[in-house]
């Protein structure tokens, strides 16, 4: 069957691409002194000691250090000049794009620096373009490309890590737009959509950190909204000064609470219960399962606890709070809280990853939350109904906000993939 090719488009194995487009192996680049320099980072007898950095000098620079398509220097380590002197590879200069290949294998960066040079670690290899001929942020965000993707990732090398040898990384294919005008309208408009997304990645974060303090004054008493705790007497408690009118009490307390069952053998994706796992809960809901069967059912305002997690995990008593009934399957190694009369809301964010569980995680061993830990639980709460309201509300409020905000932010990461899929190959052209 012969294929039908657009007017102005030629064929090749990506697809077709505008006729005056270069489709060329890295190689070919060298060949040619459109990339003047690809070569790897220091190693072997010369690589350095941990006990060799500085606070200052020349940085050395690894994969770690890849932010958001740029090297970050804010937390980079320093090697001395004269140590620094000595390397041979590893030179990287203002402006080289670097490719993350061994160990942490995608990520790309270009560095931006007023610096001679820098050390750059066996982590990653640098390419130096010719910016007469190529631009070099447009070079970057090819790497980042499905297409380059799916390149080294069909050829990447698995020993005790991650690897794409740089002899490899000259084999695969670039598309290239013939002139610098179009490869940096190319480039501009992929940075102007990542700056909005960095932007609000900044939010976030700031978001994230005023929450974290709001919790930690708000949960402990040491700040009373409007309304609450006039008098401000406070008393002392294993949780250290808190108001008079809070009490400490035992988790039963609290809590009715109700160990999940085993859902395994009726997983099926045509299931129509969700089943709450640790994974589940870890990923905030992302990463589900389902069931067709339901021996554990969540009511709403249950709150979903993880008793059970590897060393150093990050869902050892993460919770989930559950706001409708008949849909979540409770898997076995999660615990529901069911409050007897408090607030449900106020409680799931005292309840979350709660120091008293964490201090069972040796870093060793795998943990596992039991019944005669769960019984001598304390929980700090208000007497007042209304102030646990308040409280939880306002901090759901937060949790809201920071969600649409990451919603935006996902939103924009598939505008920008929707975007590399029609510039890098010229189905859109911008000049």
């Known amino acids: ?14 697809g077709l691409i505008p006729e005056d487009w270069n489709f060329v192996k890295i190689q070919t680049l060298m060949d040619d002194n459109i990339i003047v ?19 200052n000098g020349v940085p050395y620079i690894t994969a770690k250090d890849f932010i958001n398509g740029y090297v970050d220097f804010n937390n980079v380590r320093y090697l001395p000049i004269d140590r620094a002197e000595q390397f041979q590879k590893g030179i990287a200069k203002d402006g080289d794009v670097l490719f993350a290949h061994n160990a942490t294998v995608g990520p790309t960066a270009v560095i ?33 490309s499905n297409f380059f993707v799916n390149q080294y990732g069909a050829v990447m090398r698995q020993s005790t890590r991650n690897q794409i040898p740089i002899t490899q990384q000259r084999k695969f294919s670039v598309i290239i737009p013939p002139t610098l005008t179009e490869q940096k309208a190319i480039a501009t408009a992929l940075s102007d959509v990542d700056a909005l997304i960095a932007s609000l990645e900044q939010t976030i974060t700031k978001k994230k950190a005023i929450k974290q303090g709001a919790m930690q004054a708000l949960l402990n008493g040491k700040i ?31 809590f009715d609470y109700i160990h999940g069952k085993a859902h395994e053998q009726h997983i099926d994706s045509t299931g129509i219960f969700t089943v709450v796992n640790s994974k589940f809960i870890s990923t905030e809901g992302k990463v589900t399962k389902y069931s067709k069967e339901n021996f554990c059912s969540a009511r709403k305002g249950d709150i979903l606890t993880v008793l059970s997690d590897l060393p150093n995990g990050k869902a050892l008593a993460k919770t989930y709070f559950v706001n409708t009934d008949n849909k979540y399957a409770v898997n076995q190694r999660i615990c529901i809280w069911r409050s007897k009369k408090d607030s449900p809301l106020f409680l799931s964010f005292v309840m979350n990853r709660h120091k008293y569980f964490m201090k069972f995680d040796d870093g060793v061993t795998q943990t596992h939350i039991l019944n005669h ?34 919603s935006k932010k ?22």
Not at 2 to 14: C, F, H, M, R, S
Not at 115 to 139: G, H, M, P, Q
């Open 373 to 406: 830990h769960i019984e001598k639980c304390p929980v700090l709460v208000p007497r007042d109904l209304n102030e646990q309201n308040a409280i939880g509300q306002i901090l759901s409020d937060m949790d809201t906000e920071i969600t649409q905000l990451e």
């Open 112 to 144: 931006r620096t007023n610096l001679e040079y820098v050390i750059l670690s066996t982590t990653a290899t640098y390419f130096r373009t010719d910016n007469s001929k190529l631009n070099n942020y447009y070079l970057r965000y090819f790497f980042e």
């Open 37 to 55: 320099s690809h070569l790897d980072g220091n190693h072997g007898a010369l690589y350095p000691r941990s006990s060799e950095f500085t606070d």
């Open 224 to 254: 009373r909204l409007n309304g609450f705790g006039e008098t401000k007497t406070m008393k002392e408690s294993e949780f250290g000064l808190i108001p008079e009118d809070w009490d400490v009490k035992l988790l039963p307390e609290v």
């Open 410 to 431: 996902e939103k924009y990461q598939a505008i920008k993939q929707g975007m590399m899929q029609e510039l890098l190959k010229g189905k859109t052209r911008l000049v």
């Open 1 to 14: 069957m012969e294929l039908i090719t657009k007017q102005g488009y030629k064929q090749t194995e990506v």
